[in-house]
């Protein structure tokens, strides 16, 4: 199983290494793409390695896509590579984690109208906008969406992501 | 099954948070001891609300204990209390989780002579001063002692502490 990670400087540290360290723990194959080879560093100055540049991403190869929150999503959502890799992995079914401001790629990618799924309060009104249900709740498994709103809910999204990995892989 | 977590200001933050939010997924009870009530923070500024204070912490309450890196093992290692709480759980073979520089707190609790663990390389002359064998690897189970070097090995470190929980619980 190999997952992808989408994120760009000023990700939010702990939700891009809860399930990076998680999903190895598992012992899946994890890829993080970027805006650029070398190193990007979260929000706390966490540096990670980018292994693969989002116009270089192959999403045949990726099994499932882990979008984490902090500043990187509403730059993300900029880049027409990488949008196109979340809404082609998101509508062929493969299992989707966004986490808080996650979600504003996915809005971009217009893959929510008719979905349920959370996000950080500050952004609730734009998943609406963009036609999905919200809930104010850890965590939401829609089908192959599995959403949460901050790092306080890292637990139970990785439960659910994992469980819906393990179904389906 | 409860855990108790000892720290102070300027822990290792993915040190504490990972298996704090990994011993939460599985549905175990975390509470974290600290020199003081209310909040303490990380290197990287990730603030943790204290659940109860070095001295008033019941051993007999908690099943095993996890000691975070960073900056914190060296204050916590001043305190009497919580080198007496690391000292007490250890002996009672209780499962351990140490990393990086968390070894530190074991060093002063005296228990590792014979024992076999690892750290991060800084402090490993200490850890053999000790009287303890030292390895070089991502995760080492010495009985009850499970201890890795480095944020880099925390999905091994968790995956083998999680063995030994499910295994004692």
Redesign the interface.
């Known amino acids: 199983m190999k997952v992808l990670f989408v994120a760009v400087d000023d990700f939010e540290?702990?939700e891009l290494?809860?399930p990076y360290?998680?999903l190895?723990?598992e012992e899946y194959e994890v890829l993080v793409a970027s805006d650029r080879k070398g190193h990007i560093k979260g929000k706390?100055?966490?540096p990670i390695t980018i292994d693969v540049k989002f116009d270089e991403v192959d999403i045949e190869k990726f099994d499932a896509l882990v979008i984490p929150g902090g500043k990187s999503p509403e730059r993300v959502r900029l880049n027409d590579a990488a949008v196109e890799i979340c809404r082609n992995m998101f509508l062929s079914g493969k299992p989707v984690a966004s986490i808080c401001h996650g979600a504003q790629v996915l809005i971009s990618a217009q893959v929510l109208e008719g979905r349920t799924g959370t996000c950080v309060a500050s952004i609730k009104d734009d998943l609406i906008n963009a036609g999905a249900e919200y809930r104010d709740q850890e965590v939401v498994v829609d089908g192959n969406w599995v959403s949460s709103r901050h790092?306080g809910d890292?637990?139970?999204w990785?439960?659910e992501f994992l469980k819906l990995l393990k179904k389906t892989g």
Chains 1, 2 share one sequence.
Do not use: C, N, T, V
């Open positions: 540290d702990l290494f809860y360290f998680r190895k723990e706390h100055g966490y790092p890292l637990h139970a990785m439960r």
